[in-house]
């Protein structure tokens, strides 16, 4: 039999649908829904047990299809393993924590809702301990919103992307010489950042004072470190 829509709603305002078998003997049966609306899954099979004079209720309630979410993780270092995401739902009271691989992707089930993805942790060695990068070197991400809409017969693609980069800063060079010769002097500057690169940066002083006595150089975007 099909199930036909009726007139009534539930307390959270889904529309209910009855269907009635007669006159069935007494026994317990398997009762198998066989064929859903393409949003939903088919629930597992029920068992019901029907006694003599007297009409049993029994309620179904379809799980919603859930869609493939991928997260991919990239890093302007290359570090992706290891960083741990959360995936939180108020409105289902959904939470997770995932950890992702040297791939840094992952893909997830998700039900039809609305979802916040934070990022938490990314690992990062600190004179020979494992802090979380997130408060030395990285860049602050902001969580990211995620909207699965309900199946419509065919699949979506949901993509959550995050891409570390490194914090930087700016170096003020100010020349100065007794015999105002400030203008295009050269100066280098080498180190390694705390990811581990090796900074080699050239700037030359460009912007002269309004007395002529001492020029300058900004040499920007120094990834942070000594």
């Not at 809409?149 to 010489?177: C, M, S, W």
Request: charged share 25%; glycine share 8%.
């Amino acid at each position: 039999k099909t199930i036909e829509p009726s007139a009534e709603y539930d307390e959270l305002g889904r529309r209910l649908g009855k269907l009635e078998f007669i006159n069935i003997p007494v026994g317990t049966y398997d009762l198998k829904e066989t064929k859903a609306p393409a949003k939903y899954l088919t629930p597992e099979v029920i068992k019901v047990t029907i006694k003599k004079d007297e009409t049993t209720y029994v309620e179904v309630e379809n799980p919603a299809k859930p869609q493939t979410v991928k997260i991919k993780k990239t890093s302007e270092n290359g570090v992706v393993e290891g960083v741990v995401l959360d995936i939180d739902c108020d409105e289902l009271g959904y939470h997770k924590t995932i950890t992702l691989n040297s791939t840094g992707e992952m893909l997830l089930e998700l039900v039809p809702a609305t979802y916040t993805v934070t990022e938490m942790y990314v690992p990062f060695m600190l004179n020979g301990v494992e802090v979380n990068g997130l408060e030395y070197i990285y860049e602050p991400q902001e969580a990211k919103t995620i909207v699965v809409e309900p199946y419509e017969g065919q699949d979506r693609n949901y993509t959550v992307q995050f891409n570390n980069t490194l914090r930087k800063g700016d170096l003020t060079i100010q020349k100065i010489a007794d015999d105002n010769e400030v203008m295009g002097v050269k100066f280098n500057v080498t180190g390694t950042s705390m990811s581990g690169e090796v900074i080699d940066i050239t700037g030359v002083t460009d912007t002269l004072s309004e007395d002529g006595k001492s020029a300058k150089v900004i040499i920007k975007d120094i990834p942070i470190g000594v």
